[in-house]
């Protein structure tokens, strides 16, 4: 398959992948990576120039909210992201959204 419609196809639902992992706890941008391609088995392999982006785009829609963490001994600060009551909102609607357009789809490609 051509890596265009891949592309394509994957994002349409990132915004709603970073609400969810965020939905559990405030994570950092790596943290983030990691999980998105450990959860979904490999299939969301994003780097840094995708995701945060993404974040910072939640962040103007007042979806995340950032914040620096305090270091420790070593440790340098982090940019951890929380989601808001605003996002929690937003991902339950979109969830909802996805539901119908996925259903929707499994019905042609079925056919």
Known sequence: MSEKYVRQMKKGVLDMLVLKLLSDQPKYGYQLISELEAE?????????????PILYRLEEDGLVKATWSE????????????????GRKMLQEIKHIWNDISKGVNRIMEQ
């Open 40 to 52: 979904s088995g490999g299939v969301f392999c994003l780097k840094e120039g995708t995701l945060y």
């Open 71 to 86: 270091p420790e001994e070593r440790q340098v600060p982090r940019k951890y992201y929380l989601i808001t009551d605003e």
